[in-house]
């Protein structure tokens, strides 16, 4: 059922697809940026980035702006700028839009009955930046803290040293003092900053439950109310969207990091529909770039281009992984296997794969529901969504200025499972960190999956790190959780008799550590709960699945398994940023161990998720990155 109504969600942004009809300028393309054949290319490059996505537009923004470097960005998919892209009602229309998008099936994971899993993600010009829910959220002090911690505690990256770089990622906008009183909305914009062109907002308006919905977790012991999204603090708040207030439209990487700039910039070259097959490395560094026509099926056409200073990886935690792997860079048992020709032995590189679990907790029906317009209006409301469509005319104001989602709580352990959190902490923490990885693991890579369970259950007892995230809608149906630190971890592997054009066999291992099952387990009561003991009690609150028979752990267990979705389309991890004999596949400067001349800058290199969705830290990853690189340029 939410299954269904998550689907549901989806199609709502078809219904509003006239709403925004493409006027002829949305259909322009300004080929003047784009090259439009590869003979136009130069020979030679200072920086080539793999993937105009996310991060790797941030970064060629960045490296681009003072003019004396030369910068070429390749990436696999168009240029586009249709309403799917644009549009902000709902949040991610392009979700299921074969042209935007990447989507092929997972290896069949046996902790979820054998079922495969639909593997997402954005492949246009702005990467999933361009398809995504538009949430934006910042993880807890302490996640960043964890990551320097692999290297030690003088390294700079912590809470304190991207909190510079989350500033300058985001341009945030306030939301109205009306909505704010009305809805009793916490903020302080001091963790934000105000220059970026990508920005953060609020809309005009909120589903009127959402109020009561966030004013009954006061009635949950333990849970905190911190003063921003962005302050690194677990707790019940809201958080602003990736839209531009100013026109109510998405902001993303390529609109606020590509659009204008690039026809002012001769040093800055964009070839688009692009697929990069391998990097060549000679000698001990990385040289020069082989790619082929994102239509091409074999390699008979392929062309390169070279890097005077640097290659830079930015194809996402799917396909960096991938492209390292076929150019030699990875675990040398698959690349025998593969017959790829070996250049480092980097068993890290499709290894500590992680994504947030999602359908783990149950979902209900508010049965006595004083309250109009609510979520559901804009699905099944035809009066409703013509008037919204009205008013978004008229003064772009109203219900389609409301994205996918802006508020909910992000809890630790503790809050949700007061009675059993150190028992499930302690039996994580005494694990033979070898028992749950695949049976092959390198050394260096079970030291590594160590570190984390070290530094993981650290986190797990801390009253400021987040696992349980119930993220609300307004409707009078609700209850959608992310896990947010699962403990398995997966693979990313090259397709060893394609391992050029076959998309990667991706593995989430989803279950694999039973920790994650221990923990999911709280989520159930925990959900129930919220739902039922706090003052929500007066809606009349019925479950609707699994359903208030399922109680018994063992049945609750066999739903999750039946339902969970291991991803919520945040894969982090596959290039990990944590020191050599950790497994890890690039340095604290993001310099890949064993070559010369290549760096990676996308969500690969989180060494473990932070207590939130990913596209904040992304935006803050290649800030950082942009500094790192320039200082060494
Ligand atoms: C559907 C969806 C919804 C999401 N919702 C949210 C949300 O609401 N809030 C949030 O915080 N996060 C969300 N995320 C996650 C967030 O958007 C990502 O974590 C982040 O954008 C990843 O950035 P990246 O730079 O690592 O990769 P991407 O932005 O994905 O960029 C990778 C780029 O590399 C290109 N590429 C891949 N292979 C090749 C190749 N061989 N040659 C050339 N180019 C290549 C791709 O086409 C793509 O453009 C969502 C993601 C998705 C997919
Ligand atoms: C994208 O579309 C929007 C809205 O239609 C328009 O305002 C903007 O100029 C377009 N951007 C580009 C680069 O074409
Ligand atoms: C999953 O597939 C494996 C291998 O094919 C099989 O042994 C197992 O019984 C299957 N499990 C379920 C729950 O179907
Ligand atoms: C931008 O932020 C700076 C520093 O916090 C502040 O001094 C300035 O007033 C802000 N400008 C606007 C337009 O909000
Ligand atoms: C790839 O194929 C599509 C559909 O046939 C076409 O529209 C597009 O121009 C082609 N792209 C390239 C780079 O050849
Ligand atoms: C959910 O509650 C609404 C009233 O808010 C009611 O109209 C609807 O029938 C209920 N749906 C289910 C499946 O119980
Ligand atoms: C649909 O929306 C209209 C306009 O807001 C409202 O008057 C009406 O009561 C709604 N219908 C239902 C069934 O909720
Ligand atoms: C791997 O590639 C081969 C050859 O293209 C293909 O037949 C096979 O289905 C691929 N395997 C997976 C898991 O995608
Ligand atoms: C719960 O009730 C439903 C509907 O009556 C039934 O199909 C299901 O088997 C029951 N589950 C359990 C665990 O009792």
Not at 87 to 102: R, S, Y
Not at 164 to 183: C, D, G, I, M
Not at 238 to 251: E, F, M, N, Q
Not at 404 to 413: K, T
Request: aromatic share 10%; hydrophobic share 40%; proline share 7%.
């Amino acid at each position: 059922m939410s299954l269904f109504r998550f689907f549901l969600a989806v199609t709502l942004l078809h219904l509003l697809d006239a709403a925004n009809a493409d006027s002829p300028a949305a259909r322009y393309i300004p080929r003047s940026k784009i090259l439009d054949k590869t003979d136009d290319l130069l020979p030679e490059y200072d920086f080539i980035i793999i993937g105009g996505g996310t991060a790797g537009l941030t970064v060629a923004d960045r490296l681009t702006e003072g003019l004396e470097y030369s910068v070429l960005v390749l990436e696999r998919g168009v240029f586009q700028n249709s309403s799917s892209v644009t549009t902000v009602a709902g949040g991610g229309q392009g979700l299921f839009d074969p042209t935007l998008t990447f989507n092929f099936n997972s290896v069949p994971q046996a902790g979820l009955n054998n079922r495969s899993i639909a593997v997402y993600g954005g492949m246009i010009l702005g990467g999933s930046s361009g398809v995504n829910g538009m949430q934006v959220l910042r993880g807890q002090k302490e996640d960043y803290n964890r990551w320097g911690s692999y290297f030690g505690p003088s390294s700079d990256w912590s809470w304190e040293g991207l909190l510079p770089y989350f500033k300058k990622a985001w341009n945030f906008h306030p939301p109205s003092v009306e909505l704010a009183n009305e809805f009793d909305m916490k903020y302080d914009a001091s963790y934000w900053g105000n220059t970026s062109n990508v920005h953060a907002s609020f809309p005009t308006m909120f589903w009127p439950v959402l109020k009561m919905q966030m004013a009954a977790f006061q009635d949950i012991p333990g849970v905190d109310y911190p003063p921003d999204s962005g302050s690194g603090k677990a707790g019940a708040y809201w958080h602003p969207a990736s839209v531009d207030p100013g026109t109510v439209l998405r902001s993303f990487a390529r609109s606020g990091h590509w659009d204008d700039i690039n026809l002012e910039r001769p040093n800055y070259h964009t070839l688009t529909e692009q697929r990069v097959l391998k990097i060549a490395v000679q000698g001990n560094r990385a040289t020069s770039v082989i790619f082929v026509s994102a239509n091409a099926t074999d390699q008979s056409q392929a062309k390169s281009v070279k890097a005077r200073k640097e290659i830079i990886m930015a194809a996402g935690s799917i396909h960096t992984p991938q492209i390292l792997q076929a150019s030699g860079i990875g675990p040398k048992k698959l690349l025998k296997e593969a017959g790829v020709p070996l250049v480092v032995d980097a068993p890290g590189v499709g290894s500590n794969f992680q994504d947030q679990p999602f359908v783990v907790a149950p979902t209900f029906n508010f049965t006595t529901f004083p309250f109009h317009p609510d979520f559901y209006d804009m699905i099944l409301n035809q009066t409703f969504i013509a008037e919204a469509r009205a008013q978004f005319k008229k003064d772009r104001t109203g219900p389609l200025t409301v994205s996918s989602g802006y508020c909910g709580s992000w809890l630790p352990l503790q809050v949700i499972a007061p009675e059993s959190w150190e028992d499930i902490v302690e039996r994580y923490e005494s694990q033979d960190p070898a028992a749950y990885l695949p049976s092959n693991s390198d050394k260096a890579v079970i030291a590594g999956y160590r570190a984390q369970q070290k530094a993981l259950a650290k986190s797990m007892r801390s009253k400021n790190s987040a696992l349980y995230n119930l993220f609300l809608r307004g409707g009078y149906e609700d209850g959608s959780a992310v896990y947010l630190h699962p403990t398995s971890r997966g693979t990313v592997q090259i397709n060893r008799s394609d391992p050029f054009f076959s998309p990667p066999e991706v593995d989430y291992r989803a279950l694999s550590n039973p920790t994650d099952l221990d923990v999911l387990l709280k989520f159930t009561p925990f959900t129930r709960k919220y739902f039922l003991e706090t003052r929500l009690r007066t809606l009349n609150p019925v479950e609707l699945t699994p359903g208030a028979n399922v109680t018994a752990p063992a049945d609750i267990e066999a739903w999750l398994r039946s339902v969970m979705i291991p991803s919520s389309f945040h894969p982090v991890g596959t290039a990990a940023m944590m020191p050599r004999h950790l497994g890890g596949v690039v340095d604290e400067e993001l310099l890949v161990y064993g070559v010369q001349g290549l760096r990676v800058v996308d969500a690969s290199v989180i060494p473990d998720l932070p207590g939130s969705y990913t596209q904040q830290t992304v935006y803050a990853i290649a800030e950082k990155a942009a500094d790192l690189i320039k200082r060494r340029a």
